[in-house]
């Protein structure tokens, strides 16, 4: 079977109405479109501010033309069910030169990325943190796409860690556009994480000035890093996810896009899956 070409079949449908709307601007409002659904999987403060905003971005299109978006969301998680192994965003960002209309702003290369990882395990020093505080934690103050954290995701798992429970990850950047990709991989991969977006030199990670969002599984493990929660941090864990976190757990106030779900694979890692159709 001939192996799919994801990134293809993204920018064609981004290309299918790119003569009405620029690249820059298709790409912009799928990122917000995709982190907003997935954000508000959970009952946080922000989801009705961010739900308003939704309408307002997805009001921008007709009918036919918004049903590019879902598609789009699904080929970002069909390419990363397939290999957790890559940048997608990232590596997708380069190949539609949107980074043109950043001027010139380029992202690391995964493979760098894997290498820098690996060696975070070298010593082992992670072990007395885990033994220490039940977790490890990774901080990535220019996060770009979020390659780093993710391969950091990846030699954790190599290294014997389940990462969904036992790493948190903090991301921040200056760049909205960078900050909403790394959101949606780091959501998409089953991460616990914070994203950040604000200037980590002038206002590290919850000055007030910040825009802070919290990964599905940052909710869902939340119990485990509260000494982490900022100071917008307020919604409630429902009370069936305290004890385990698990996603078999949730209950109704909990709301899933309408084409996915949480799958367990064979390794206990669960990810974000598109529901199979019978």
């Known amino acids: 079977m001939e192996k799919r070409d994801y990134q293809k079949e993204f920018c064609c449908l981004i290309d299918r109405y790119a003569y009405r709307y620029s690249r820059w601007q298709i790409w912009n409002d799928f990122l917000y479109l995709s982190a907003a659904a997935l954000a508000n999987v959970f009952p946080i403060p922000e989801r009705e501010e961010r739900e308003k905003q939704y309408l307002s971005v997805i009001g921008r299109y007709t009918a036919e033309e918004q049903k590019i978006f ?13 290999n957790p192994e890559q940048d997608f965003l990232g590596s997708l960002y380069h190949r539609l030169e ?10 690391t290369p995964y493979d760098i990325s894997r290498f820098m990882a690996e060696i975070q395990f070298a010593g082992g020093s992670e072990k007395e943190e885990l033994e220490r ?7 990535d103050p220019a996060c770009g796409a979020g390659a780093m954290l993710i391969a950091f995701a990846n030699a954790a798992k190599r290294n014997g860690l389940n990462y969904q429970k036992q790493v948190l990850f903090v991301a921040q950047d200056i760049d909205h556009t960078a900050a ?5 991989q780091l959501s998409l991969l089953g991460c ?7 200037d980590t030199l002038v206002k590290p990670m919850f000055h007030p000035d910040n825009e802070v969002w919290y990964t599905p599984f940052y909710h869902l493990n939340r119990w485990r890093f509260s000494q982490h929660s900022g100071p917008e941090e307020t919604a409630e864990v429902p ?14 106030e909990i709301r899933l896009p309408e084409n996915m779900e949480f799958v367990e694979g064979m390794d206990g890692q669960f990810t974000f899956s598109l529901k199979k159709v019978s």
């Open 70 to 82: 879902p598609e789009m969301l699904t080929i970002v998680t069909l390419a990363l069910d397939e």
């Open 98 to 107: 949107l980074q043109q209309e950043q001027k010139g702003q380029f992202f």
């Open 133 to 139: 505080n039940g977790y490890i934690s990774v901080n």
């Open 180 to 184: 909403m990709m790394c959101y949606i």
């Open 192 to 198: 616990p994480a914070v994203v950040i977006i604000g």
């Open 239 to 252: 009370r069936k996810m305290e004890g385990s976190g698990m996603p078999e757990e949730m209950d109704k």
